[in-house]
């Protein structure tokens, strides 16, 4: 998955428009995955150890860029409120002073949204509200690839369907078909990058050959001419 990194998710731009971000800039101003970590919410660096879990801090650096919808807030505060969780799991292998600052700092960041979120009913429909939006994300990835139109910004959605998915399990348990949809995204995360370089390829060929087909029907229609001038 490391070639995630050089594109981003902007959900109010796929989610509202049908559209998944590609290489370079995004519509929200974003560009490079590298630099989705540089905190907005004044967080310390992420911890080498606590790798594991930065996919969900970016999906919640993606969402805090997104002012239109109520729902992306929630999303993003049950993002980092996840990482949080299994960020406290990795911290019995790692008790250093980086990994106990980080979590202080994130602790803190929650406890500040959850206050500023207080008066919202979707914060007390976290697990509705996150598996909704999980599935519109996940169906605008699916639609791309039933239709054959699948690249590798269809198999960056379906990775960041299977974040959120991945999410649900803060709730306890998540259900056969939720457990199914987040093990589903990654497969197809997986397997439209795997798949999509050969597609390109093929086509390229296929596009070759028939150049190369016309290019000889060509010489021959000139040499019938010539011959029968």
């Not at 070639?3 to 998710?9: A, C, L, Q, V, Y």
């Not at 803190?108 to 996150?130: M, R």
């Not at 239709?147 to 974040?163: C, R």
Request: with cysteine; glycine share 8%; net charge positive.
């Amino acid at each position: 998955l490391r070639s995630f990194r050089s594109g981003f998710f902007c959900p109010r731009h796929f989610v509202q428009c049908g559209k998944t971000v590609r290489r370079g800039k995004n519509p929200c101003g974003l560009s490079g995955g590298a630099r989705a970590m540089s905190s907005t919410k004044g967080l310390p660096p992420v911890p080498a150890s606590f790798k594991p879990i930065k996919p969900y801090l970016t999906r919640a650096e993606e969402l805090d860029r997104d002012q239109t919808r109520e729902d992306t807030k929630v999303v993003a505060y049950y993002c980092r409120q996840f990482a949080m969780q299994e960020g406290l799991k990795l911290r019995g292998s790692d008790s250093s002073q980086e990994v106990t600052d980080f979590l202080m700092g994130l602790m803190t960041v929650l406890e500040a949204e959850k206050e500023a979120l207080k008066d919202s009913p979707l914060l007390h429909q976290g697990k509705e509200t996150v598996t909704q939006f999980g599935l519109d994300v996940f169906q605008r990835a699916d639609n791309e690839d039933r239709a054959e139109l699948a690249d590798k910004g269809t198999a960056k959605v379906f990775y960041v369907a299977a974040n959120f998915f991945d999410t649900l399990k803060q709730f306890g348990d998540i259900g056969r078909q939720r457990d199914f949809d987040c093990t589903h995204g990654h497969a197809k995360a997986l397997a439209t990058h795997a798949i999509t370089p050969t597609r390109c390829w093929k086509s390229r060929k296929s596009k070759r050959r028939r150049r190369m087909q016309s290019g000889r029907r060509q010489r021959s229609s000139n040499a019938l001419k010539r011959a029968g001038q």
